[in-house]
């Protein structure tokens, strides 16, 4: 089963060099454990667009879709056996990048 980690970030700074190899480090493992799909970080929140266009015209905003102090910072996608492998593997993935993680199973 896949399940999205959404790394939930809250200051304005981006990773430390110590954390940026704790995450690197996290990476190899869940390659070398078959776990790895896709993972990315993400822009500044300000550097977003949010497109609406449920109406007659598509309305383009500049920033953010919620101004919060909390923001996603980046994700893995892994692959695991379960939910229980999932929520032990988010928990190395906190400890590796120092930032709180959501666990989501894709359906």
Known sequence: MRYLFSVI??????ATPEE???????NERLQAEGNWVFAGGL??????????NR????????????????????FWIIEAADLDVALALAADA?????????????L
């Open 9 to 14: 970030h809250d200051r304005p700074t981006l």
């Open 20 to 26: 940026d190899a704790a995450i690197d480090v996290f």
């Open 43 to 52: 822009a500044a929140p300000d550097t977003a667009t949010v497109i609406d």
């Open 55 to 74: 109406s007659a015209e598509a309305l383009v905003t500049d920033g953010p879709f919620l101004e919060s102090k909390e923001y996603l910072a980046g």
């Open 94 to 106: 906190s400890k590796a990048c120092n930032r709180k993680i959501e666990v989501r199973p894709f």
